[in-house]
């Protein structure tokens, strides 16, 4: 299985009191879309290890990664822990989606977001993105036209190659989501 964030993982197997910092971080850059928060001394306090690490950086009251790379990786993990989470109620995961691919351009990473978030639902936690798609095309045809629908279909194409799937389950669910375009 390819590593798909592995600064993310290397420093949350290596430096665990880094990790929950950068966790902090990128959960704060993600909720509020800039990219850098403004802390509070107190806050300060609690992200000291990943300052004198070197992973964030403060400038006045505000503190951001230090590297692209990382603050990616972060941002992309906690996206997915959200979609992770909504996964069992497909309307929820719809909507938290939507909210990802928003972030995911206002934090100006176009779909790369969207993309990862997918990867890891996909090879790590084996979520059954075709099957995804598809559900609620079958049970409703009013989503052909949502904006909802068609936020995942393009990520969806573009990291296809890289899913997980059973050939025969794919052919019949594209051949689901083909007839409903």
């Given at each position: 299985?390819?590593?798909?964030?592995?600064?993310?993982?290397?420093?949350?197997?290596?430096?665990?009191?880094?990790?929950?910092?950068?966790?902090?971080?990128?959960?704060?850059?993600?909720?509020?879309?800039?990219?850098?928060?403004?802390?509070?001394?107190?806050?300060?306090?609690?992200?000291?290890?990943?300052?004198?690490?070197?992973?964030?950086?403060?400038?006045?009251?505000?503190?951001?990664?230090?590297?692209?790379?990382?603050?990616?990786?972060?941002?992309?993990?906690?996206?997915?822990?959200?979609?992770?989470?909504?996964?069992?109620?497909?309307?929820?995961?719809?909507?938290?989606?939507?909210?990802?691919?928003?972030?995911?351009?206002?934090?100006?990473?176009?779909?790369?977001?969207?993309?990862?978030?997918?990867?890891?639902?996909?090879?790590?936690?084996?979520?059954?993105?075709?099957?995804?798609?598809?559900?609620?095309?079958?049970?409703?045809?009013?989503?052909?036209?949502?904006?909802?629908?068609?936020?995942?279909?393009?990520?969806?194409?573009?990291?296809?190659?890289?899913?997980h799937f059973e050939p025969k389950l794919l052919a019949e669910k594209l051949e689901i989501l083909l007839r409903c375009m």
């Open positions: 299985m390819i590593n798909l964030t592995p600064n993310w993982k290397q420093i949350k197997l290596n430096h665990p009191d880094v990790h929950i910092a950068l966790e902090y971080v990128a959960s704060a850059i993600y909720q509020n879309q800039e990219d850098a928060i403004l802390v509070s001394q107190e806050d300060e306090l609690k992200l000291n290890s990943a300052l004198a690490f070197g992973s964030l950086t403060k400038i006045n009251n505000k503190v951001a990664f230090s590297e692209p790379n990382i603050k990616f990786e972060y941002l992309a993990r906690y996206a997915a822990s959200l979609a992770l989470e909504a996964w069992d109620d497909l309307y929820r995961f719809y909507e938290i989606f939507k909210e990802i691919y928003h972030h995911s351009f206002r934090l100006s990473y176009n779909y790369e977001i969207c993309n990862i978030v997918l990867l890891i639902l996909n090879q790590e936690h084996q979520k059954d993105i075709t099957s995804c798609l598809t559900e609620e095309l079958q049970e409703n045809q009013e989503v052909k036209g949502s904006g909802i629908f068609w936020i995942i279909v393009t990520p969806f194409c573009q990291v296809l190659p890289s899913l």
